[in-house]
């Protein structure tokens, strides 16, 4: 493992911009849900918007800001401890509570009927479909992080200011992408059972578990940092990504809600009415070997050749 830990530290202008264009970002994104939760109470005054989504998307809002705006950055353009940390709050803290917010939920209800309707059709899509399927969902969040640890990849990103928002990028879009998957309120177009989401669950928490051990013992890493730092780092990933898991987890069983059984049995097909038992016919009795039925009681008519 290189010691030697690559740092990109802007000045002047450029570190101005580095935190003013992520918080003016924020702001915006802020202002926009607000918007949308005041469009969406004047249409339907009487459904209303829940508080708690609104206080969810606040405080993703919240963790962003505390791990893209200073004094988180710096630190983590520094030290790799830093970066694990802003990659918990980028990946997997924030796309929670943005989650639980239901922005699409939100998006259906404000927008006009029309443009519900093309955005109903466009989650409903192929593409939307394969997107939100938990493979593609768990190989974009967990699986990228061995391409990013186990290669030059990491690197390579610290020293490239584009590459980096790009990685940032990456975390919040995969992370939100599978806590939607696994968890989230707004409509899905094939999000399997609750069962199943638990066991995808429980990959991604393996997933994590192996990446943040093998980090830490230095088993085929590719950073470039000190060995301590890279340690930490590890702890942090191992530690935060089981709480940042355990509270999908609590989301998961959370906004679960069961499918309605039926209880409805086909009813059994109607029977024919009887007569009066005193007017019942009992069915004559066919005598077998001969070539037409015959009936076989006394009572029944004979033919006049009989009679004579």
């Known amino acids: 493992m290189d010691h030697k830990h690559q740092h990109d530290a802007g000045g002047g202008l450029g570190s101005t911009l580095e935190w003013l264009l992520p918080a003016l970002m924020l702001l915006a994104a802020a202002g926009t849900y607000l918007l949308l939760v ?4 004047h249409r339907n005054p009487v459904l209303g918007w829940s508080r708690w989504r609104t206080g969810w998307f606040l405080a993703g809002i919240f963790l962003l800001s505390v791990a893209l705006l200073p004094p988180m950055a710096p ?39 029309a443009r519900g309707r093309q955005l109903s ?36 990103t610290m020293g490239n200011p584009a590459a980096h928002w790009l990685l940032h990028a990456h975390f919040l879009l995969s992370g939100y992408l599978f806590a939607y998957v696994i968890a989230g309120p707004d409509p899905a177009p094939a999000r399997p059972g609750v069962r199943t989401r638990l066991v995808y669950l429980g990959v991604a928490i393996a997933a994590h578990a192996v990446i943040s051990q093998m980090m830490y013992g230095g088993f085929w890493v590719d950073i470039h940092a000190p060995i301590p730092e890279v ?15 355990l509270l999908l987890a609590a989301a998961l069983v959370a906004t ?42 006394s009572s029944a008519p004979r033919s006049p050749r009989e009679t004579a």
Do not use: C
Request: proline letters at 13%; a positive charge; zero cysteines.
């Open 38 to 41: 005041r469009r969406a109470r």
């Open 75 to 113: 630190f983590a353009h520094q030290d790799f401890r830093g970066h694990m940390a802003q990659h918990m709050l980028i990946g997997m803290y924030a796309p929670l509570a943005l989650v639980l917010a239901a922005p699409v939920t939100l998006l259906l209800r404000a927008l006009p009927a």
């Open 121 to 156: 059709a466009l989650l409903h899509s192929p593409p939307a479909r394969v997107v939100s399927h938990p493979v593609v969902a768990l190989a974009l969040s967990a699986g990228s992080l061995a391409a990013l640890y186990f290669s030059p990849l990491y690197n390579a």
């Open 231 to 245: 340690q930490a780092g590890a702890e942090i990933m191992y530690y935060g990504g089981d709480i940042a898991e």
């Open 256 to 297: 679960w809600r069961p499918e309605p059984r039926r209880t409805g049995t086909p009813e059994p097909a109607a029977r024919p009415s009887l007569p009066p038992p005193g007017k019942r016919r009992h069915p004559p009795e066919r005598i077998t070997g001969a070539r037409y039925p015959v009936r076989a009681d």
